[in-house]
């Protein structure tokens, strides 16, 4: 029986790990996990999609094509060197083990040839499975010689198939002995890349669906994404083309990117396709603290208690606390609780942490110090994110805008602050200043 299957890494209950924030959770132990999951589609039922499952411009939708859970992927070390490892390393689609096949992919089939030819460029030779990092667990045998970067010294004189020097070794292993064999497809027909299926020529029907399937919020976002874009675009004429193409897609969005654009309104209508999918939008992600980044933003005299017990609460959770002042080296509070400094306002930007918690507090240069605490918080604001206010940094608010503390948790007289401003950092986002 022949199984199409798409892998994908799915978020462990535990939350998201980003890029950006891998190297320290490895580091403080706390290891981020991935759930591996499979979509499987049966042999017969190939065809019975109204979406061509080879076309890689179409995605399987999880509610007509179930994600099974096959295992766990946990990253619990980094590399030791990373020429070695990172470098080096080469994935190659053409290096099969048993019980794997290609599919009629037409992207994976040039892939096959593409990828190991820009390894051979990259390393320059074809002893790229000598280097450690490329290594097969399983030790093979081959008969390629020679050539720079050769790590093995072979010192016999064979190295062809069909000898009689050394009994016709080494050669190909059989599928009974473990070695690789293709899956016996039945073809019937003609057998033609150059006549895919009609699905290919639907172009709109599964951008319809995920358009359908964004919240409002993340529908701004990508009109405000494709308008980026396209206003650079010189020429009026393809301006309006484009507008034309989205028309197809949703012609309410497509009106609104033609305003943007300076163009006239598309004249057509999108496709008349209603379904959704819940597995689209982020949304419906499950939110979590673990491994978000809060800046501190801190100077001396802080009130000790609080901030520690603020700190206590979100570390908790698995949140990264970056202590941010002016210098490197200790602030301390009243009381004489010493924090190090791990970033300054010279080396970090607000825009790398996904939320703040402004204490403020004593410096030698009080004006520079207070106008790089405000130029924090006024970007924080401005993409939405959660901001946690201490007792002495009520003074960093305007007037004006305690009305619009919306995702601006106060520590002033509020006994539950640390359990509220962790809740924010759950929530990520508040849409609702918009």
Same mark, same amino acid.
């Given at each position: ?86 470098? #080096?390393?080469?994935? $190659? ?12 992919? /037409?992207?994976? #089939? %040039? ?20 280097? /450690? ?13 020679? *050539? ?8 016999? /004189? ?5 000898? *009689? ?13 473990? @070695?690789? @064999? ?19 020529? $639907? ?17 701004? $976002? ?39 654009? @300076? ?23 499950? /939110? ?36 941010? *002042? ?66 002495? %940094? ?12 919306? @995702? ?27």
């Amino acid at each position: 029986m022949k199984m199409f299957i798409f892998i994908e890494n799915r978020q462990h209950s535990i939350g998201s790990v980003f890029r950006k924030n891998i190297i320290q959770a490895v580091q403080t132990g706390a290891y981020p996990e991935y759930e591996l999951g499979v979509q499987l589609i049966e042999e017969e039922d190939a065809t019975n999609y109204d979406f061509d499952i080879l076309d890689d411009t179409k995605f399987w939708p999880e509610e007509v094509v179930p994600v099974e859970t096959i295992g766990k992927m946990t990253l619990n070390r980094l590399m030791d060197n990373f020429f070695a490892e990172e470098e #080096q390393s080469a994935f $190659d689609p053409s290096s099969l083990v048993p019980g794997i096949d290609f599919t009629n992919d /037409p992207v994976l #089939q %040039g892939r096959i040839f593409a990828y190991r030819d820009t390894k051979l460029y990259r390393q320059n030779s074809a002893n790229i499975n000598d280097i /450690p990092v490329n290594r097969p667990i399983n030790e093979r045998n081959q008969n390629t010689r020679n *050539s720079y970067q050769k790590h093995p010294i072979d010192t016999d /004189p064979v190295h062809f198939h069909k000898n *009689s020097l050394q009994e016709n070794t080494p050669r190909e292993a059989s599928e009974e002995e473990g @070695g690789f @064999g293709h899956y016996p497809e039945k073809v019937e027909g003609h057998k033609s890349s150059e006549v895919p299926s009609d699905s290919f020529e $639907d172009y709109f029907s599964q951008p319809r669906m995920f358009w359908n399937s964004l919240t409002t919020v993340e529908q701004k $976002d990508l009109l405000e994404t494709l308008t980026f874009h396209l206003q650079k675009v010189k020429s009026k004429s393809v301006r309006e083309q484009n507008v034309n193409m989205w028309v197809n897609v949703d012609k309410d969005m497509a009106t609104a990117l033609a305003e943007n654009l @300076g163009v006239e309104p598309p004249t057509g209508s999108h496709v008349p396709v209603t379904e959704s999918s819940e597995a689209i939008s982020l949304a419906n992600t499950q /939110p979590s603290a673990f491994t978000k980044k809060v800046a501190v933003l801190i100077g001396n005299d802080f009130n000790d208690e609080e901030v520690e017990k603020t700190l206590s609460a979100l570390k908790e959770e698995g949140a990264f606390v970056h202590i941010v *002042s002016d210098q490197l080296g200790e602030v301390k509070g009243t009381n004489g609780t010493a924090l190090q400094v791990t970033d300054t306002f010279l080396t970090t930007h607000p825009t790398l942490f996904d939320s703040l918690y402004v204490v403020g507090g004593i410096s030698k240069n009080q004006q520079k110090f207070d106008d790089q605490v405000q130029e924090f918080i006024n970007m924080q604001y401005k993409y939405f994110k959660p901001i946690g206010i201490a007792t002495t %940094g009520a003074k960093y608010l305007a007037k004006q805008d305690q009305e619009k503390l919306v @995702g601006v948790v106060l520590a002033e007289g509020n006994s539950g602050f640390e359990e509220e401003f962790v809740a924010a950092v759950v929530k990520g986002r508040f849409w609702e200043r918009q």
